[in-house]
């Protein structure tokens, strides 16, 4: 049988940041609900740093809060920076002080997460920089499955952020990374964005995810939105993410950032079936 193609984006554009935040803690509650309800065990969401904890926090406020199975939540990191988890560069620093600290304690313990492996962390860490993406693909094979049963694990959700010069994670353009085939994790020890040193999911992975999410707000993004959407032949990292099927990527954005793009938005409604593109 044909394979088939990549479903095409959505496109959702709100009007201000209250819509968009509560938009997407519900997309999110709603990802974790029909993932357990397929019998899943667990529900994986992979997140980048940047604005995106603070949008996640908003989930700890929604009305289906009482949804939300903390102690199903295994959270991963879409890429992070070779630095202690206390630093203020640190991803996981960031969602704990943004999101996770926003939680009911006894809701917060029950929640799975895994961060890097500091150990690895010190004066020679550019020796081990390969060793800190293994020992965090390691986890990500044993929470997924073994790397001989699965070409690549599947993310519920990957939660992503778009810098203006249209990267992600930390998949920058141009970079000899977004031509890996076969790694989960891989070292990157000269991103243009410093820290200079960071792990990052790789591009197939994010790309075997269910739900790609990407959050990408203000009049800064203008631009790199409308290259993304109405010229994807200039093939940046971000316009490169385009999930095998039947997985989809879904665009919360604010007025502002779409005011450029021609590419059809979409209303953003729950409900699946009731989505409709105008």
Do not use: C
Request: charged share 25%; proline share 7%.
């Amino acid at each position: 049988m044909p394979a088939h193609e990549a479903i095409a984006p959505f496109l959702y554009s709100f009007s201000d940041s209250t819509k968009l935040k509560e938009s997407l803690a519900g997309y999110i509650i709603q990802a974790q609900t029909e993932a357990l309800n397929k019998g899943k065990h667990k529900f994986s969401i992979a997140i980048s740093g940047g604005s995106l904890p603070v949008q996640l926090s908003e989930i700890v406020k929604h009305r289906d809060v009482r949804d939300v199975q903390w102690d199903k939540w295994h959270i991963f990191f879409s890429d992070e920076r070779a630095v202690p988890l206390t630093h203020l560069d640190s991803n996981y620093g960031l969602v704990e002080k943004e999101f996770l600290s926003n939680i009911p304690e006894e809701d917060r313990k029950k929640i799975t997460v895994h961060t890097i492996n500091e150990s690895l962390l010190d004066e020679t860490i550019e020796d081990h920089m390969g060793e800190l993406a293994d020992e965090y693909e390691s986890q990500l094979i044993q929470s997924f499955a073994p790397k001989d049963s699965a070409r690549f694990p599947v993310f519920d959700v990957i939660l992503l952020g778009m810098g203006p010069d249209g990267h992600t994670a930390s998949l920058f353009p141009g970079h000899a990374l977004l031509s890996e085939t076969t790694g989960w994790v891989v070292p990157i020890m000269d991103s243009p964005k410093p820290p200079a040193k960071r792990i990052t999911l790789t591009l197939p992975v994010i790309n075997h995810a269910a739900r790609v999410v990407f959050v990408a707000t203000g009049a800064g993004k203008q631009d790199t939105l409308k290259q993304v959407f109405d010229q994807p032949e200039l093939s940046l990292p971000s316009s490169r993410v385009r999930p095998a099927y039947p997985g989809t990527v879904s665009w919360f954005v604010d007025d502002a950032a779409s005011a450029k793009v021609e590419y059809p938005k979409t209303t953003f409604q729950l409900q699946a079936s009731q989505l409709a593109r105008v």
